[in-house]
């Protein structure tokens, strides 16, 4: 009997329900999976899915959930008509607490608002943020906000960062990781008013915060936390998804030892998706066109980020800090 367990929404995603039960099965049959996943879908449909990847082991769950979800939805009325769907059956499963987790590939606002809505924020925090881990020169950086928002206030973006930095710390071992902000220049007074408000805010927030950071300064690995507006970081994220692609593209199939450790950490699919820090819960949205090595991935994400606890240490630190600055 497992401690963990991740709910997986069979038929969220661009190649859904293929790959994504295809990469439960690639997951459950790991020798290393310590976890049982729930396939939250039309159980005819993921039933005939098993039995294509000849599925036979104990390790895997079907939840009935016969509502489809497209990817052009509208997040409000998923959550109001679809109730039944595989996306919002696994976030109600967690709340529930019959999950420690939930994953989804489908639509990723779907997704944020039923993990909003149903999980509930942590320690006040305004607004969830999408956090991803990203190459650098040096070791794995947090990037957030990935793309759940847009036109954020500057006392959002400190929250991001403490959630960041939270983060950094349960999950990537990291011992007081650096902070930075991204920006157009390394200057207190560039960027837009807000960014430079933001600057000042966290200048005075419990963090090791170093200043401004440029695109550059984040791939050369200068912080291990780079905050950005959601707009921003969603652009930085997929530019750096697209220079892996150009390379894997220009080089083709290279077999050397740095060949292969490059593969591991620009290959978006090794790395489980983004987190959406700030809830009381764990959610993974992960691409609209995750593959089943994506999926597989997402999933022992999600086992680690129940296991480490993170929403409950964001709400400890961010508990302790508002609280001192309230007396």
């Not at 957030?144 to 960062?161: H, I, Q, R, T």
């Not at 994400?301 to 007396?327: M, R």
Request: aromatic share 4%; hydrophobic share 40%.
């Amino acid at each position: 009997m497992h401690n963990i367990k991740v709910a997986l929404d069979a038929m969220g995603g661009d190649n859904a329900p293929e790959q994504v039960v295809k990469g439960a099965v690639l997951a459950a049959n790991d020798a290393e999976c310590d976890f049982e996943i729930l396939l939250c879908g039309p159980k005819a449909v993921v039933e005939d899915e098993l039995k294509k990847n000849n599925y036979s082991g104990s390790n895997i769950t079907i939840i009935d959930a016969p509502d489809s979800v497209a990817m052009d939805e509208s997040p409000a009325q998923v959550l109001k008509t679809k109730p039944k769907s595989g996306l919002v059956t696994c976030v109600a499963l967690q709340k529930q607490g019959l999950v420690q987790a939930s994953v989804s590939a489908g639509n990723s606002g779907a997704m944020m608002a039923s993990c909003l809505m149903i999980l509930g924020r942590s320690a006040g925090i305004a607004r969830p943020a999408i956090a991803c881990a990203v190459p650098t020169a040096k070791r794995q950086a947090i990037l957030l906000d990935c793309g759940a928002n847009v036109d954020e206030k500057p006392s959002v973006l400190v929250d991001f960062a403490l959630c960041g930095s939270v983060y950094a710390e349960a999950v990537m071992g990291y011992e007081k990781p650096t902070v930075g902000l991204v920006n157009m220049g390394e200057e207190e007074k560039k960027g837009t008013e807000v960014l430079q408000e933001t600057h000042q805010l966290l200048k005075q927030a419990p963090l090791n915060f170093i200043g401004n950071i440029e695109g550059r300064d984040l791939i050369k690995g200068h912080a291990d936390v780079a905050v950005a507006p959601g707009y921003a970081g969603n652009v930085i994220l997929k530019i750096m998804e697209g220079f892996y692609e150009l390379a894997c593209e220009t080089f083709g199939e290279v077999n050397t030892e740095k060949s292969k450790e490059f593969n591991r950490l620009w290959d978006y699919r090794n790395h489980g998706g983004g987190l959406l820090l700030g809830l009381n819960g764990v959610g993974i949205i992960t691409h609209g066109r995750a593959d089943s090595i994506a999926i597989r991935h997402s999933l022992f994400t999600a086992c680690k980020f129940a296991k480490a606890g993170v929403p409950a240490k964001i709400e400890a630190k961010l508990s302790a800090i508002k609280g001192a600055s309230a007396t």
